[in-house]
């Protein structure tokens, strides 16, 4: 577990999701590839999900005597596909709606056994820790768009959301109670790195930019001419000490216009063959030929070109030491996890059979 994490449910659920830009392979000179349609959102219907052969009184499962039927079940899987825009297409419904019970009753088992040991050893909250969370969530919202606007679109209001924070801040102390001392030893760390060195193997790569002018296969004899002129042209002012950077921006149809025409850095294997063998056999920071692809006409200049290599253990200590630390979380959270089920009287309807153990919550 992070500790600088928030591990807070529903500041999970007002998260917002930004998209990343374009993949070297779409930048440079590799043809687009076709994407996944974004789901429709789901209708705002109990309907929409539940089974009609499943009353929704009937209990899913139940822990220490606290009780989970199918329609809260039901309605809390709803209200988080609702906020992802998701839909269950109608002949998959019966199977995703059995695998999201499953997971919501076993969600529902940790948290009532992590509340109910919060009560047991009287871990409270305090009002900074929760004035801390919540400026963690106005955080972590979009530009321009506030934690109130953001409650009245969920249909939340403060005193839920205080008192969801308040739930979740006394797990999450009560789990981390059970994470002390578990930072790797050096030489565990260092055994880790001897034990998987190829896992640290860097290829050879080069860190490049580029200006495109786009060729169509619609385009004819003349038009083709008119853009190699152009990239020609192009070439002659870099070479006479214009600036890369400012050309790319004002004439490169790649994506990659806006920083420059700037690609980062890619290895073999990452862009068509001409390109490719035109920038790793370029000089640094030389202005190479104009190249001709499949996309267009390119030229490129290589910043940086990097040897294949062994990533030296002082450069990922830290990475590695993270990784064995989360490893000891999972193991001992699953361990603590474990011993508090075999002390509570949990009953699964059939309907609810446990998955496998779940992650630690918040990583």
Known sequence: ????????????????????????????????????????????TP??????????????????????????????????????????????????LATYRQQVAEQFVVQTLLQNEADRQKVEVGEAELTNALATIRARLPEGVSLEEMMTREGVTEATLRSNLVTELRMKALVEGQFKDLKPTEAQVAEFYDAGKERFAQPESVHARHILLKVDKADDEAA????????DDLKKQLDGGADFAELAKANSECPSASRGGDLGTFGKGDMVPPFEEAAFLQATNAIG????????????????HNAARTVPLDEV??????????QKQQQAFGDYLKGLKAKAKISYSELAQPPAPPAIPGT
């Open 224 to 231: 083709k001419a008119a853009k190699k002129q152009k990239i």
């Open 1 to 44: 577990m992070n500790r600088k994490q928030a591990w807070m449910a529903v500041a999970g659920l007002l998260a917002v999701a930004v998209g990343a830009g374009c993949t070297k392979k779409e930048s440079a000179a590799r043809a687009p590839q076709a994407g996944s349609k974004a789901p429709a959102a789901m209708a705002n």
């Open 289 to 304: 030929p104009v190249v001709e692809t499949e996309f267009g006409y390119h030229v490129i200049q290589v910043l940086e």
């Open 317 to 326: 200590r830290e990475t590695i030491a993270g990784r064995l630390e989360q």
């Open 47 to 96: 309907a929409a999900l539940m089974a009609p052969d499943v009353a929704p009184g009937t209990v899913l499962v139940e822990v220490d005597g606290t009780k989970l039927t199918v329609g809260e079940a039901d309605q809390r899987i709803e209200q988080a596909m609702a906020m992802r825009g998701m839909e269950i297409p109608a002949e998959q419904r019966a199977r995703m």
